[in-house]
């Protein structure tokens, strides 16, 4: 339904591995030592049957402990799965098992049907592996569906988005809902109509997170958590926690780790404590909000088109813009490759007539075919050589922080006003580059690194992202209230790549308190120290 990947299989079909699967539903309480006799239970996307066997051997168990009559149980559960294939096969699973103890004639409870568009009955327990499908896999006309149905599902959201939506509105009043499922929604931004959701409605008991866990039947990048949620609301509390393998998965479902960090799920955002350390701080302050601004680089939607090093002499000058990519800025190392971009905006910012630019308008045509298939193309045929995103070569001109989405730098680069940067690269400009020295040093800072990683999702290599989406929710001190030598000494810091002095004075306390001795600052106590949560 939704395409292939590369491996073969369907997208939106990741197996869980079945001793995960026993964790999840004891968490949930479905045991065989409890009367599950009218217990229901829905799972959304079944698959094979990984889920669906375990829990009809534990209603069967069950019954025979409490001498309740199974097959009028069996009623009480509901597999449904959208997959033609894999519906086959979880029948002929179930159909398996249940001859095995002697069941012949099972009531229908297997839906081939798409959960996201069905009417399920209300239940006690929604379990499962939502599937995970790219916002671009999805086809548009269950785009536009699922966007009519659902609140939450907004911006890219994966498709696992609306099946947490849908599996919280089937829920019984005191019921739980727990999902395995990527831990992507919970920071980045099309999570946050659904963090807003449950915030409101629900209460989150725990999140396990399991990023260096293998948690499938088949190797995947999938940046796994478990999330157990409540239809209940005002519990006080709720916990994060570090899962490093199955082994410890167990013994945190069981209450055995006592290693965790409590989060705040009274917002959108959960991984920000407002305010910080439990109290106000007039003293910290949004980037934004001390006169900087956070942008993203263009995308063309056709580099190899746009994007060359051998454009000089070929292509019109007065066209051609240096471009920085994520590439030149590597190892803590600054160093521009050559490539330039061709700007197709005149300074007013208007498509540029092609009759002007000879070289263009021959480069163009030649490259007419591929340029005509983008999207931004098809929408306005007429300025067919536009780039997604507008340039407005006055960027190129400012001094800017620039910023990799994902990247193994310490250091944080600026740019002096040479360059205009790329779609993988962030920037802030701001009032001054002594200014913007002041703030790459903050943002150089353990208080910023560790912010960072609270709020944002962290790729392989746990490098945090420097998404503006995430930049623009890190607080700062409030830069206009430092003593000027005091910002002077953040400057040579900076200059010198010096993180131990960044971080003693980022770290400082009593800002207004500093004092010249010997023409250098008195330090005091620290204040804005960043407090983890984490027992």
């Known amino acids: 339904m939704y395409g292939t990947r590369s491996n073969g299989n369907q997208h939106g079909i990741v197996l869980t591995k079945p001793s995960i699967v026993r964790d999840m539903l004891n968490s949930v309480n479905y045991v065989p030592s409890e009367n599950l006799a009218n217990i229901t239970i829905t799972e959304p996307a079944a698959g094979d049957g990984a889920f669906a066997i ?16 199974f097959n009028r149980s069996l009623s009480n559960l509901a597999f449904y799965e959208i997959d033609t294939v894999k519906v086959l096969e979880l029948r002929k699973n179930i159909i398996n098992f249940l001859s095995s103890i002697g ?12 959960f996201l568009l069905s009417t399920p009955a209300k239940s006690d327990i929604v379990i499962g592996n939502p599937p995970y499908v790219r916002h671009e896999k999805i086809p548009v006309d269950l785009k536009f569906a699922y966007k009519k149905k659902f609140g939450t599902f907004k911006h890219r959201s994966d498709l696992y988005i609306p099946f947490f939506e849908k599996g919280l509105q089937i829920l019984k009043t005191n019921g739980t809902l727990c999902f395995i499922c990527s831990n992507r929604w919970l920071k980045n931004q099309y999570g946050e109509s659904l963090r807003s959701l449950i915030s409101k409605k629900y209460s989150v008991d725990w999140i396990i997170n399991m990023e260096n866990v293998d948690a499938f039947q088949e190797s995947v990048i999938a940046y796994p958590s478990i999330i157990k949620i409540d239809y209940k609301v005002g519990k006080p509390q709720t916990y994060l926690y570090e899962s490093k393998s199955i082994e410890e998965l167990a013994l945190i479902i069981q209450g055995n780790v006592r290693a965790r960090q409590e989060l705040s799920i009274n917002s959108s955002n959960w991984f920000v404590n407002q305010p910080l350390n439990g109290k106000s701080d007039t003293n ?16 063309t939607g056709c580099d190899k088109v746009y994007i060359s090093d051998e454009f000089p002499g070929k292509i019109e000058n007065e066209l051609l813009l240096p471009i920085l990519m994520s590439k030149d800025l590597k190892n803590d190392t600054f160093r521009w490759r050559g490539n330039y971009i061709i700007n197709p905006f ?10 002007h630019f000879p070289k263009a308008k021959k480069y163009f045509s030649e490259h007419e075919k591929v340029l005509k298939q983008r999207h931004v193309a098809k929408v306005n045929p007429q300025n067919w050589i536009k780039t997604i995103d507008k340039i407005k070569s006055e960027l190129a001109a400012k001094p800017k922080i620039i910023l990799p989405d994902i990247s193994g730098n310490t250091r944080i680069f600026i740019d002096e006003g040479n360059y205009y940067p790329h779609h993988n690269l962030y920037y802030i400009t701001g009032p001054s580059l002594f200014h913007l020295k002041v703030l790459a040093s903050i943002l150089m800072s353990d208080f910023v690194r560790l912010q960072l990683s609270e709020i944002s999702n962290k790729m392989n290599g746990g490098y945090p992202r420097w998404q503006s989406q995430y930049l623009k929710k890190v607080r700062i001190p409030r830069i206009n209230s430092f003593p ?10 900076y200059d010198q790549f010096n993180l131990k002095k960044i971080n003693s004075l980022i770290q400082a306390r009593n800002i207004e308190k500093y004092d010249i001795v010997d023409g250098q600052l008195a ?7 960043y407090e983890s949560t984490r027992m």
């Open 346 to 355: 005149d300074f007013k910012g208007d498509i540029i007539s092609l009759e």
């Open 54 to 69: 375990e829990i009809i051997q534990r209603l069967y168990n069950s019954a025979k402990n409490f001498g309740f009559e």
């Open 484 to 493: 000027e030598k005091f910002l002077e000494e953040l400057v040579i810091a």
């Open 523 to 529: 330090m005091f106590e620290p204040k804005f120290k």
């Open 284 to 299: 910290l302050d949004l980037i934004e909000n001390q006169n900087f601004k956070i942008g993203i680089g263009v995308a």
């Open 103 to 114: 069941v012949s004639d099972p009531p229908n409870i297997i839906f081939e049907e798409d």
